[in-house]
Nanobody, 113 residues
Framework: QVQLVESGGGSVQPGGSLRLSCAASGSLFRFYSMGWHRQAPGKQRELVATITGGGSTTYADSVKGRFTISRDNDKNTVYLQMNSLKPEDTAVYYC???????WGQGTQVTISS
């Protein structure tokens, strides 16, 4: 099992930016894909972005052009840079280690004026 710890959430105004981090345990981090998911109140958890071990990325249509997923394999960390934030981005954000289906505890992101 991989241990994941997210950080970087908070409350910002519309149009603002946040960068989420997800630190992973384990020596095999660099080989496997990671994902960021989010769950808004009353809604199902949805996939936001993924990144493979080789650095290929995919994004949900709702965040394309605004969010960027990246990883630093030397630090066992995956990031989610979120720009031009909208109120509808408000959610708890989770990272996932896809191979082991391990999840972090989540970090709250609130976009409000």
């Amino acid at each position: 099992q991989v241990q994941l710890v997210e950080s970087g959430g908070g409350s910002v105004q519309p149009g603002g930016s946040l960068r989420l981090s997800c630190a992973a345990s384990g020596s095999l981090f660099r080989f496997y894909s990671m994902g960021w998911h989010r769950q808004a109140p009353g809604k199902q958890r949805e996939l936001v972005a993924t990144i493979t071990g080789g650095g290929s990325t995919t994004y949900a249509d709702s965040v394309k052009g605004r969010f960027t997923i990246s990883r630093d394999n030397d630090k066992n960390t995956v990031y989610l840079q979120m720009n031009s934030l909208k109120p509808e981005d408000t959610a708890v954000y989770y990272c996932r280690h896809n191979r082991s289906d391990s999840w972090g505890q989540g970090t709250q992101v609130t976009i409000s004026s």
